[in-house]
């Protein structure tokens, strides 16, 4: 369950940085190339996952639950803080 939101969440954060890459923006500080190793990255967390859902259904779905749950603490939070620097 942990493993899976885990990946989840660094897989996600590649592919960001891949889709900064992609359209092309001038970054606001240097970064790095895209480099394979990356790309490998993605591609063994997105097996992982895959792997504990189809081993482990029930955990898998609990596990996605509570990160699911996690979304609506998110736009609150958001709407909180955009309403903050507003005043």
């Not at 190339?33 to 029930?58: H, K, M, Y």
């Not at 779905?61 to 699911?68: F, K, M, P, S, T």
Request: aromatic share 6%.
């Amino acid at each position: 369950m942990v493993l899976s939101a885990d990946f989840l969440r660094a897989g996600r954060g590649v592919c960001a940085r891949a889709e900064a890459h992609a359209t092309g923006r001038p970054p606001s500080v240097p970064r790095p190339r895209l480099s394979v190793d990356a790309v490998l990255f993605v591609v063994a967390a997105a097996a992982l996952v895959a792997n504990t859902i189809a081993t482990q259904p029930g955990r898998a779905a609990v596990g996605i639950g509570v990160v699911l749950l996690g979304l609506p603490v998110y736009f609150i939070w958001r709407n909180l803080k955009s309403n903050l620097k507003s005043i």
